[in-house]
Structures are given as C-alpha cells and as structure tokens.
C-alpha cells in the first residue's frame, strides 16, 4: 500500500511517501481503506520527535474511509466510518480500534468527516469539560482561526459564551467573527492589557491556549483572579517551566495542560463527546472549514503550510480518489 512513512524524526522533509505492508487487524480491530486522512498538529509532534512513537512509523492519527475487514465479522464491509485515534493514518489502510470507530452519517463530505472528530472533541472537552461554560462566560481563544480555534468559539457561543479571538491576519479575523466571535485581536505583546481594556479590566474567565510559548505569559496575564489558563497546545514551541507561585501573583489562578485522552479515557465519554460533534455537524449547527486538501503524496507541504500559518480551519489528505 502507499503510506507517507518516517524513518526518522525531523522537519516535514522526513514525511516520504513509501510502499508499506498492509496491517492486519486483531480480533479487537478493523481494517479500514484510507478515503481521506486528517492533519492535525499533534502530527508534528510526532514527527519532529516531541511525541515519541517507534521508528520507522506511519503518521496520521484521523481520518474517514470503509470497513473491509473485521475479524468478528460485527461490522458490515463497505460501512463507513471516521476515527481519530489510530496512529498510521496516512496511508491507504489502517487498523482502528473497534470501539473508537464513529458510523459517519451520508449527509456528510468524507474530507469534512476525516477532520471533525480530533479537533471537534478536543473544542467540546475544552468548551464542556475543562471549563464548563455557560451564560455569561467570557473566554479569549489563541490561533482563533484555526480548526480547533473556529470550533471552541462556535461551541462556546452556543453556551451562551463571550469569546474574544486571537489571529494574525485580516482573513483570519473574518473568520473568526464568522464563527461568532464579540472581538478579535492580533498578537501583541500588550494582548492582555487591550483585551482587559475591551472588557472592563475583568479579564476572562478563561483562557484556551493552543499557541504556547508566544502566548502565554499573555495568557497568565489575561485571566481573571481565579480563573483557568488551559494551555493545550504547543504551535510556537513548548512552554518554559514555571514556578507555581506566579499563579498565585496573577490572582490564585488555575493552570492545566489537558490532553484529549484524559477526556475520552471511557468508552462512554468517548461516545458521548463524538455524538455531540457528529450531531453538531449533521444537523448543521457545526460548521468544519475545510481550508486545504491535499494529496498523500503532499504530506511535506501540508505540514509546512500547517506550521507557517498559512492555513485556516482544517486540512487534510485525499488518499483514494472517489
């Protein structure tokens, strides 16, 4: 099969497309044929070797495609599915876990179906789960124009949120505000400062931070007393160590670095948050951008448009051709 496969961890020059055996499921598995391939940015991490997986690997954790193999025979061949964790993902077939497969609805596109789940249950865990929001919340979300930024802000307005939207460009701002952001703001080292001017000197009740080290001494700084900074990406490299009393300077703060596994670890939350963004999406009140399609052969150029910034919402790879 072709598969965009690492031999060793470095820039997105080491993403090489290669012939690759393919896998064979276990009993507690499915074998799936690739349609399209989601990229996220935990992918960089695993390929620049901040997340560790062993060499060689395949990348690629989501994606949407059709069951043509399960060994319990449960699962009907030619079902469509999508999944976002099974790493391997950017390549024709894959094994998924059979318990973290989600039956993809035919109203909706197999590039947006391959991007909805990651980025969609990491916007709901984060909007419903780290901090629950509600009437009257306020929240100020980093990289506001990307994937799981547009998401956290359609999420949280439908909770009734006020969401204060960071991005780098004018296109970015547009979409931000199509999404619903109040206000939109550009990077700056006096981010905190014009946002707590904008509201009143509050400051917010929480901060979703998928930037890291450009943002977050802002991120500390923009918080209300008592409020969450969670800092759930790492986009411009990772945070410094800190010593835990500068939460205590910035007013009793609270700081957490969440990963999506912690909030789908049951089969039940699983489901759950998947449903929610399924049915979001179905039903329309769930717009996925999908900002750039690109061919597996691409892979390298995606993660380098991916990390410049070049692109909005999501994108992904067309592995098969319909």
Known sequence: MRAIVIEQTGGPEVLKLSEAPIPQPTDDQVLIQVDVAGINYIDTYYRSGIYHAGLPFIPGQEGT????????????????????????SYAEYVCV???????????????????????GVTAHYLTDGVYHLDEGSTCLITAGAGGV????????????????????????????????????????????????RYN???GVDVVYDG????????????????????????????????????????????????????????????????????????????????????????AARAHTDLQSRKTTGSIVLEVSKP
């Open 211 to 298: 930037v890291g080290k450009d943002t977050f001494q802002e991120s500390l700084e923009v918080v209300r007393p008592r409020g969450t900074v969670a800092l759930f990406g790492a986009a411009s490299g990772p945070v410094e160590p800190i010593d835990p009393q500068l939460l205590n300077t910035h007013g009793s703060i609270f700081l957490t670095r969440p990963s999506i596994s912690a909030y789908i670890a049951t089969d039940d939350e699983f489901a759950m948050r998947c449903q929610a963004v399924t049915k979001a999406v179905a039903a329309g009140t769930l717009d996925i951008r999908v900002g750039g399609v690109y061919p597996l052969e691409e």
């Open 65 to 88: 495609g059709k069951v043509v193999q399960d060994p319990r025979g449960e699962i009907a061949e030619g079902t469509v599915v999508a999944w976002f964790t099974a790493l391997g």
């Open 97 to 119: 876990p059979r318990n973290r497969i989600v039956a993809v609805p035919d109203t909706i596109s197999p590039t947006v179906a391959a991007s909805m789940l990651l980025q």
């Open 149 to 196: 930024g547009l998401l956290a802000t359609q999420f949280a307005v439908s909770l009734g949120a006020t969401v204060y939207s960071v991005v780098s460009s004018d296109e970015k701002e547009e979409l931000a505000r199509e999404a619903g952001a109040t206000e939109v703001f550009r990077y700056s080292e006096q981010l905190a400062e014009k946002v707590r």
């Open 200 to 202: 009143g000197g509050v």
